[in-house]
């Protein structure tokens, strides 16, 4: 991991979310648009850890 860079606190370092079954219907994964899919984010720009609700923007 490159220095000033932490685990994506969105996907978990991932790259990918999951969508949530009841929501898709079918088993959906997504790309992390906070890290775009590199699992990794410059320190700073982690998100604060709120209810599971993924906010559509
Ligand atoms: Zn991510």
Sequence with gaps: MK????ICTRCKGNGFLRVPYKAAREEVTVKCDLCDSQGEIPEGLEEEATEETESIQ
């Excluded at 220095?3 to 932490?6: C, N, P, Q, V």
């Design 3 to 6: 220095s000033g860079y932490i």
